[in-house]
């Protein structure tokens, strides 16, 4: 069996049909997708429609909880000293992505669970406990037997980070899926994660690919001019750069 996840497209429709033709290509049985699918784009209602319209089971993001249940992204901020500069900054992009979604697109957000299970795969957005924090490609082994050790499964997979990669830990196999848009590690292209299965059922025989696939930046970059999404320099920025940035 071949499972697809992915995730992170943030209203990206560029890059999410490019990502689409793709899997044309790759044909996996199963696809989910891992959430934040909306907020910071240009196209945030395009590309929830479109997802409904494919049936994907999937996951809450933070930036769809956020879009939901404002409140959340304040929380967040109280107890992370660096977001206080951005606060203002995403709270003026939430404000406009809710009014482009409307209000029933937001109350299917609302109902997306927190996690989904196609054994031998578990699959969050940022970790089993949080929408919110997630550790990093440099975590120790140690640290990611601490964040998915809750999780039974032999394949633990989390997005949230933008930085995809795989690790083997003594307990499960922890796959990052990377991100469709706002890439943070250098590879501006989207990104989405491949598994594949055998049906022996150990750890062993799962083997866990990313692909990387070109779309039209100037053209996305040119759909989010058009819709006065405040900030929409900042997201352009980091679109170009691969790299998080200041607004």
């Known amino acids: 069996m071949r499972i697809a996840i992915v995730s992170?497209?943030?209203?990206?429709?560029?890059?999410?049909?490019?990502?689409?033709?793709?899997?044309?290509?790759?044909?996996?049985d199963v696809i989910f997708h891992g959430g934040d699918l909306a907020d910071a784009g240009s196209s945030p209602a395009e590309v929830v429609d479109l997802v409904r319209e494919l049936e994907w089971p999937g996951v809450v993001g933070n930036t769809d909880?956020?879009?939901?249940?404002?409140?959340?992204?304040?929380?967040?901020?109280?107890?992370?000293?660096?977001?206080?500069?951005?606060?203002?900054?995403?709270?003026?992009?939430?404000?406009?992505?809710r009014g482009l979604l409307g209000e029933e697109r937001i109350v299917w957000l609302?109902?997306?669970?927190?996690?989904?299970?196609?054994?031998?795969?578990?699959?969050?957005?940022?970790?089993?406990?949080?929408?919110?924090?997630?550790?990093?490609?440099?975590?120790?082994?140690?640290?990611?037997?601490?964040?998915?050790?809750a999780l039974s499964e032999a394949i633990a997979v989390y997005a949230h980070i933008h930085r995809p990669f795989i690790r083997r830990i003594a307990s499960r196999l922890v796959v990052n899926t990377g991100s469709v848009s706002l890439s943070y590690d250098g590879d501006w292209r989207a990104a989405y994660l491949l598994l594949d299965l055998t049906d022996s059922g150990t750890d062993s025989d799962y083997a866990a690919t990313h692909r990387?696939?070109?779309?039209?930046?100037?053209?996305?970059?040119?759909?989010?001019?058009?819709?006065?999404?405040?900030?929409?320099?900042?997201?352009?920025?980091?679109?170009?750069?691969?790299?998080?940035q200041m607004p």
Do not use: C
């Not at 992170?8 to 996996?28: C, E, R, Y």
């Not at 996690?115 to 140690?142: C, F, K, N, T, Y």
């Open 110 to 149: 609302s109902q997306l669970p927190r996690i989904q299970i196609h054994e031998p795969m578990a699959l969050v957005h940022a970790s089993p406990e949080s929408l919110w924090r997630a550790p990093g490609p440099e975590a120790s082994d140690a640290e990611l037997e601490s964040v998915f050790g």
């Open 65 to 97: 909880e956020m879009l939901y249940r404002p409140e959340a992204l304040q929380e967040f901020a109280r107890q992370s000293s660096g977001m206080q500069a951005l606060l203002p900054v995403i709270e003026e992009m939430a404000e406009v992505t």
């Open 8 to 28: 992170d497209i943030h209203g990206n429709l560029t890059a999410f049909k490019a990502v689409l033709a793709d899997l044309k290509l790759t044909s996996p």
């Open 212 to 244: 990387r696939v070109e779309y039209d930046l100037d053209t996305e970059l040119r759909a989010l001019a058009s819709v006065h999404l405040p900030h929409a320099d900042w997201v352009a920025r980091i679109l170009k750069s691969a790299r998080p």
